[in-house]
């Protein structure tokens, strides 16, 4: 059944509902979904818990407090504020804003993180560009470009510093990070392999293997360094 000819979907205020296939869903106020989703595009303001997976044709926005307990699949995801989603994603432009956690794999084209971000499994994107304001962990990262920039705080940092732990840290974290073309600031990782390496300000790196070129910031750390040669 095509998306368009599905019935539109909503609560505002305050609702309950189950899953089922929809053309367009909105959730405006505090909301809860019984079940799965399948719809073309996903929208939600507010307070908001869907018990099942999300796939939508699509876009997916949430902003507000977000938590859904399963898969999430979209073309194009947005997110803005508290987000937890219990299983994988998957999206071809995936744009942060706030503190995420994804309890399995994200693969996406496109990657824009500004915040705190917690991906449980493989973070893999063509494009990866992240703005640290909170802890940014993975498993490992996989990509043709990653930039990671620091910045100097704000209203995000603020409300990060409001429910994160006392002790969190403004760093990326992940035992692998491989790419084309990586950059680096504020990150601690076992390995690091790139073909052109820039390892900046406040990086922790036990091992670097590169190809054509390595950057060592001299307030970084790398305890071993390797030039690969093909």
């Avoid at 997916?60 to 898969?71: D, Q, R, S, T, W």
């Avoid at 909170?134 to 990653?146: D, N, Q, V, Y």
């Amino acid at each position: 059944m095509n998306t368009m000819n599905r019935p539109d979907f909503a609560i505002s205020g305050m609702g309950r509902t189950g899953g089922g296939d929809f053309h367009r869903a909105q959730l405006d106020g505090v909301s809860t979904v019984e079940g799965d989703l399948d719809c073309y595009s996903f929208k939600m303001n507010g307070l908001a818990t869907v018990k099942g997976s999300v796939r939508a044709e699509e876009r997916f926005e949430g902003n507000g407090k977000l938590k859904v307990e399963g898969p999430v699949a979209a073309a194009v995801m947005k997110l803005e504020g508290q987000i937890t989603i219990n299983g994988s994603v998957q999206s071809d432009v995936f744009e942060g804003s706030g503190y995420m956690k994804v309890h399995g794999d994200c693969r996406t084209n496109r990657c824009d993180v500004r915040g705190a971000l917690a991906v449980d499994g493989v973070l893999s994107a063509d494009q990866m560009h992240v703005w640290l304001e909170g802890p940014f962990r993975a498993e490992a990262i996989r990509c043709r470009e990653l930039r990671v920039k620091t910045t100097h705080g704000g209203t995000l940092k603020r409300l990060l510093n409001s429910i994160l732990p006392a002790t969190w840290q403004t760093q990326l974290r992940a035992d692998f990070i491989e790419g084309d073309e990586i950059e680096l600031r504020e990150t601690t990782a076992s390995l690091v392999r790139g073909r052109r390496v820039s390892i900046g300000a406040g990086c922790v790196i036990d091992r670097v293997e590169y190809e054509s070129e390595l950057i060592v910031h001299p307030d970084a750390v790398v305890h071993s360094r390797e030039q690969l040669v093909r």
